[in-house]
Antibody, heavy 124, light 107 residues
Framework: QVQLVESGGGVVQPGRSLRLSCAASGFTFSNYGLHWVRQAPGKGLEWVAVISYDGNNKWYADSVQGRFSISRDNSKNTLYLQMSSLRPEDTALYYC?????????????????WGQGTLVTVSS | DIQMTQSPSSLSASVGDRVTITCRASQGISNSLAWFQQKPGKAPKSLIYAASSLQSGVPSKFSGSGSGTDFTLTISSLQPEDFATYYCQQYNSYPLTFGQGTKLQIK
């Protein structure tokens, strides 16, 4: 079955960096686009970024553009989110989610499976 | 950015009821609309895409409709496991945006 397992969260000071990972199993990882979505404590969902199946196309939310970078290693079945210049407002549970499109440089942006999330807390 | 507005923000209903949640987009999004269910402490679960298509494994008690700017999610014959928060999301254009959520509570 499809599994997405996030890791790498923790407590970090404002201005510092952190890298999140999402390990995938149960499907052919290299065929699918992938997203990061976050949820601040007690708040709603906010889309963060998406990467195409081959890593060639990426899109970001304005709130993270220039600070966060999404990438993937298809040989390791792992998605990443490199976060820099972190701010207190980046504090959230970060989910990875699979895009349901296959082999397309332009994701459908339809989420079908979600991980359980990893918590990032930005605080001094 | 496209703003998504859900109503109501919270809703109380009884087991066996049928409920409808509304989602309105600030501009036309064709049928590029998805619905998610989230229970406390859990990840969201995808329910519906393309406004009315059920994700695999989602029971037919969930149904969606709409196009353009106005959409609805209807849940029939509510069961205890259906009480959760529901979110709509547009994927017509970047940035992808979600509604603020509708919390469905037991009356």
């Amino acid at each position: 079955q499809v599994q997405l397992v996030e890791s790498g969260g923790g407590v970090v000071q404002p201005g510092r960096s952190l890298r999140l990972s999402c390990a995938a199993s149960g499907f052919t990882f290299s065929n699918y686009g992938l997203h990061w979505v976050r949820q601040a404590p007690g708040k709603g969902l906010e889309w963060v970024a998406v990467i195409s199946y081959d890593g060639n196309n990426k899109w970001y939310a304005d709130s993270v553009q220039g600070r966060f970078s999404i990438s993937r290693d298809n040989s390791k079945n792992t998605l990443y989110l490199q976060m820099s210049s972190l701010r207190p407002e980046d504090t959230a549970l970060y989910y990875c989610a699979r895009d349901d499109s296959v082999w397309t440089g332009y994701p459908s942006n339809i989420f079908d499976y979600w991980g359980q999330g990893t918590l990032v807390t930005v605080s001094s | 950015d496209i703003q998504m507005t859900q109503s109501p923000s919270s809703l109380s209903a009884s087991v066996g009821d049928r409920v409808t949640i509304t989602c309105r987009a600030s501009q036309g999004i064709s049928n590029s609309l998805a619905w998610f269910q989230q229970k406390p402490g859990k990840a969201p679960k995808s329910l519906i895409y393309a406004a009315s298509s059920l994700q695999s494994g989602v029971p037919s008690k969930f149904s969606g409709s709409g196009s353009g700017t106005d959409f609805t999610l209807t849940i029939s014959s509510l069961q205890p496991e259906d009480f959760a928060t529901y979110y709509c999301q547009q994927y017509n254009s970047y940035p992808l945006t979600f509604g603020q959520g509708t919390k469905l509570q037991i009356k």
